[in-house]
């Protein structure tokens, strides 16, 4: 452990965002971005082609911009990763892969009764069940898939489809920029490749390929083509049929794509990063890519994603973050915090990035930085993590966090001596498409939500573990010293959880490691495995193994293994703090812990015992500095008390050794407090609030005129997109009209922020034409004097044109834009001449406050009066998306501060992004989570003190959805959401933004 590099991680620890490269792509602007990602601490990007993208994807001019990025990867001491793919799933090169050859298309093995027979289909085989004809058939995928840019997706079980994606794509990135390999172009993330799209099939479907039924013959000696029927319908000896079956499917997947894609990468410098499609679940793995184990082998940086609000995915990380302990890989990475929701900025990601660091998580990779917010682009699976929120300045120190969080958890070796098998192949041998009617009972509810179960039930209890996949133990797993090793991890206790079959090899490992372990360390949970090979067989199992009916029987059995492991303590309960999970590493000079509370919502005052000596330290993850922690040695355990916050965390080093290290503060700003809460000395409440910026409504409704005929009267801008305007013929002129209510006229500046208004033809307020800041097709930096938030924003002067009443503001236009719906567009053939136009919301910008009816209907009123300090949505800003300053005094009685002792200023009730306070003009500090407490001895003094605090909101209230019903608990927010008229609502839903009191304590 290198402290200097704690507390100030090199680039290759920090966060590195998906950067959508989402519009008509500009030099300047590229440059402008990474500028912005360097200052923020970020250390690198992945430059990845998203929704609406306008420059040719992998043209002359694509390279040219990758180009220009790597050069000012250099500059910025920040990485320029590459990414495989136009938007996703890898391996269609954008559409150029799946024209080049039928031979390259997708395929499936699909059943179908006579009237579902398509051209596309050609019948491998009948079967009767039931009385009803069945025709198991090869489907080809057609071309025509909007996702896919009009084309299909690729099988990639054939190795030549493999080949031609290398040669489409890394070959040419090889030679436009293959003089930056391994160097600020440091590798390339593959995202979602499959075996089968499965939710393209509305028909029962499984995986196929041209090559497959030779490959399974060669592997298990029998022709795969007499044996479909059992693959479909639980008959005859299909347990041992479908197992093959995926056995043979996910081992084709892994050598035609995984192994091929690694050793271009390994032979060309580049590291292979990203994840494949649905590793979540057994079941869904198995429908899309046979089983995710397996190709974490073949990566440099396995990877995985972690979308929604939640923490609840912890087989999806345990299952990369194993293979990369056992296999010795550098890092696993995690696609993160997509799809959380604009209201989401960096509690929310300290949540999961906790959780998934505790699991072993040592990359992260932000999912989404938008290089333009334009029309659709800002609904592409919010929340938005770039220059356009309102907190961004402050990303810093969330970015310090990020990369010392990751570099700790590289280092050293991870203490884990439990191995629990991976059913996987349990859940092959009984998959079939049919059991979708019951919802898979057999394979959720036996294998599944079981394996789940115990997998959350063995962290909760503190007892960490590796899974053991077995394909990478035919290979990598051997018995030795008393016990199983796979790689660099060896285990003492081996559990299986509920399982139908185990390979041979597994089962040959088991009995060996039973006879040199003993018998005892083998736990069993009910069912048993009753096959080998998914082969039905009679297992001889040694005397003396566990045989456990229920999880609780497992942890029991397994606490008295580990009577010693590290105990954390729930004051309020007297029992196991099941929300805290621990990370454990053992160093070469000590050992350090990761400590995360993963509950979102509630404290936990905790008694930590660890077993173990050496000098006990805090690496204080959001300072980078080193405390002395305040704990005593009893009986050979270091014990200690702490309150966690919700999402609190803790790294914890016990060194063998000295270091010099200060006394721990009563509080730490990754979450904890070490000392019950201190004396008020004194309490603020009465706030002199100001906005920094100014004040937005949004118009979200508008009347559409196409070719001059109205289709659409005052509706949501977000149904006139998808229902007119995105199906509208290019070049079809149109008019848009905006209607907004003014109650008294403002005062100063007002300005429209219209997207791309450069490219209208005439832009009018109440009848008066009004001009933008730029001129038709104007590219270059972002420019805040031209553009507001988001360099596609452009401004258009209003001032003078606004009346008191109702007033009309009115764009016409050709309308020249390449979205075809949601998540969804066209390539731009001629993207050089290309000026898009948009009907989106229009944001009017201005010194005046919000009045509202009930959150349903808004008007502007310029006579400005200062909002409540408690909540600015509710007191006239309730779009804002800036910052806001509350100002204070605080007299202190000179006899009320004790020398020696520390003074504090907690804030309350704090509903912002982040707040920065300022002490008598001093800054003292920002804060992003609970608890809101900074110390102000160096800062405060005794007599009058002014406080000031500067708050920063989100782009939610402005940007959404929030004219859907309940949206505050969708976990999953996409594009699709702002489309749910199912559950539109035209009462807004407005997130609060403001700070309730302050009180100085002394402790």
């Not at 083509?225 to 041992?240: C, G, I, P, Q, S």
């Not at 000031?948 to 959404?960: E, I, P």
Request: hydrophobic share 40%; glycine share 6%; proline share 5%.
């Amino acid at each position: 452990m290198n402290l200097q590099e704690f507390k100030n991680p090199s680039p290759t620890y920090r966060p590195a965002p998906f950067w959508s490269w989402n519009d008509k792509l500009d030099k300047e602007e590229l440059e402008r971005q990474i500028d912005e990602m360097a200052q923020k601490g970020w250390g690198g990007y992945f430059m990845h082609s998203r929704v609406g993208l306008v420059t040719g994807y992998l043209s002359q001019e694509w390279m040219e911009m990758v180009r220009t990025c790597a050069q000012h990867a250099e500059a910025t001491q920040t990485f320029a990763w590459l990414y495989d793919e136009d938007k996703w799933p890898s391996g269609f090169a954008g559409g150029e892969v799946p024209t080049a050859n039928e031979e390259y298309r997708s395929r499936a093995l699909v059943l179908l009764k006579k009237e579902e027979l398509t051209e596309n289909d050609t019948v491998l085989a009948e079967y009767v069940h039931e009385g009803n004809t069945y025709y198991i058939c090869k489907r080809v995928s057609t071309l025509g898939n909007l996702w896919y840019n009009g084309t299909s997706y690729v099988d990639l079980m054939n190795p030549n489809t493999v080949k031609a994606f290398i040669e489409c794509t890394h070959e040419r990135y090889k030679k436009a920029c293959g003089e930056y390999f391994g160097k600020s172009i440091p590798g390339i993330f593959t995202d979602e490749p499959c075996y089968l799209r499965e939710w393209e099939y509305s028909v029962p479907a499984l995986p196929w390929s041209e090559g497959l039924p030779q490959f399974f013959k060669d592997l298990k000696g029998y022709n795969i083509e007499e044996h479909l029927h059992e693959l479909f319908f639980d008959v005859e000896d299909y347990h041992k049929v479908r197992f093959d079956f995926f056995d043979a499917a996910t081992r084709l997947f892994l050598e035609s794509f995984t192994k091929q894609y690694y050793t271009w990468c390994e032979g060309n410098n580049l590291k292979m990063t990203g994840h494949f499609m649905a590793e979540d679940t057994l079941v869904s793995q198995l429908q899309w890519i046979g089983a995710a184990m397996p190709h974490y082998e073949f990566m440099h940086w396995p990877g995985i994603d972690k979308l929604r609000r939640h923490v609840d995915q912890l087989v999806t990380v345990k299952q990369v973050t194993s293979v990369v302990d056992q296999l010795g890989k550098e890092r696993a990475l995690c696609e993160a915090f997509g799809c959380i929701g604009q209201q989401s900025s960096f509690y929310h990601r300290k949540w999961i990035a906790d959780w998934q660091a505790v699991l072993g998580i040592s990359f992260v990779n932000h999912h989404l930085s938008l290089y333009s917010m334009r029309g659709e682009r800002k609904r592409d699976y919010p929340p938005n993590f770039y220059y356009q929120q309102p907190w961004w300045d402050n990303e810093r120190q969330f970015s310090d966090y990020i990369g010392r969080l990751c570099y700790a958890v590289t280092q050293g070796k991870r203490d884990v001596d439990i191995l629990v098998l991976h059913p996987i192949a349990s859940v092959w041998s009984e998959y079939s498409p049919l059991h979708k009617h019951n919802n898979y009972a057999i394979e959720k509810g036996i294998y599944d939500e079981p394996f789940i179960n115990l997998s959350k039930a063995l962290m909760a209890n503190k007892l960490d573990f590796h899974y053991g996949d077995e394909i990478i133990m035919e290979k990598h797993a051997r018995v030795a010293d008393g016990k199983l090793i796979i790689g660099q991890h060896s285990y003492s206790t081996i559990v299986v959880p509920p399982a139908l079959t185990l390979r041979s090899s597994t089962i040959k490992l088991l009995k060996d490691f039973a006879q040199v372990a003993g018998p005892d360390r083998l736990i069993f949970m009910y069912p048993m495995p009753k096959r080998i090979d998914g082969q039905k067989a009679s297992i001889d199992w040694p005397e003396g193994i566990h045989r456990a009916i229920a999880i609780s029987d497992v942890i029991s059995i397994l606490d008295g293994y580990y009577k010693d492991r590290i105990r954390i303590i729930d004051e309020a309960t007297g029992a196991n703090a099941h929300k805290i999970l621990c990370h454990q590493r053992n160093l070469s000079d000590g050992k350090m812990l990761l400590l995360a509370n993963t509950d979102e919502k509630r404290e936990v005052w905790a008694k930590v015992s660890i077993p173990g000596q050496g000098t006990p330290f805090i690496l204080d993850l959001t300072s980078g500095e080193v405390f002395r922690l305040p704990a005593v040695l009893n009986n050979g355990r270091m014990e200690f008390r702490a309150k966690f916050y919700p999402a609190g965390s803790l790294l914890v080093m016990l060194y063998d050794g000295q270091i010099p290290a200060k006394p721990a503060p009563a509080y730490l700003d990754s979450g904890v407090q070490l000392v019950e809460n201190p004396d008020a000395l004194a309490f603020i409440s009465n706030w002199q609030v100001s906005v920094l910026e100014q004040n937005v409504m949004p118009i979200n409704d508008v009347t559409l005129y196409l070719d001059g005929q109205l289709v659409a009267q005052d509706e949501p801008v977000v149904k006139v997109l998808h229902s007119w305007f995105y199906k509208a013929p290019e070049g079809t002129p149109f008019k848009a009209e905006y209607v907004f209510e003014v109650v008294n006229v403002p005062e100063g500046e007002v300005f429209a922020a219209i997207e791309v208004a450069e490219n209208l033809d005439r832009i009018t307020s109440n009848g008066i034409e009004v001009r933008p800041l730029k001129i038709r097709g104007e590219m270059g930096a972002f420019d805040s004097q031209k553009s507001w938030k988001d360099v596609s924003f452009t401004k258009v002067p209003l001032t003078g044109t606004l009346i008191k009443g109702k007033n009309r503001l009115v764009l016409e236009g050709k309308k020249y834009n390449n979205i075809t719906g949601p998540r969804t567009h066209l390539r731009v053939e001629d993207f050089k001449n290309h000026m898009p136009t948009e009907v989106e919301a229009v944001y009017i910008v201005g010194d005046f406050v919000v009045v509202d009816d009930d959150k349903v209907r808004f008007a502007i009123d310029g006579s400005v009066s200062r909002p409540n300090g408690n909540d600015l949505t509710s007191s006239g800003y309730p779009f804002y998306a800036g910052k806001a300053e509350f100002k204070s005094r605080v007299d202190l009685n000179p006899d009320a501060i004790e020398k020696g002792k520390k003074i504090y200023l907690k804030i309350n009730d704090v509903k912002a992004a982040c707040i920065e306070l300022y002490v008598n003009g001093k800054y003292c500090g920002v804060k992003y989570w609970r608890p809101y407490v900074f110390d102000v001895t160096e800062f405060i003094q005794a007599g009058q003190n002014e406080v000031r605090l500067v708050a920063a909101t989100t782009l939610f209230n402005l940007m959404g959805p929030n004219r859907i019903a309940g949206i505050e608990d969708v976990q999953f927010v996409g594009p699709h959401t702002f489309i749910d008229f199912a559950n539109f609502t035209e009462r807004y839903t407005l997130l609060p933004f403001g700070i309730g009191s302050a009180v100085v304590m002394l402790g």
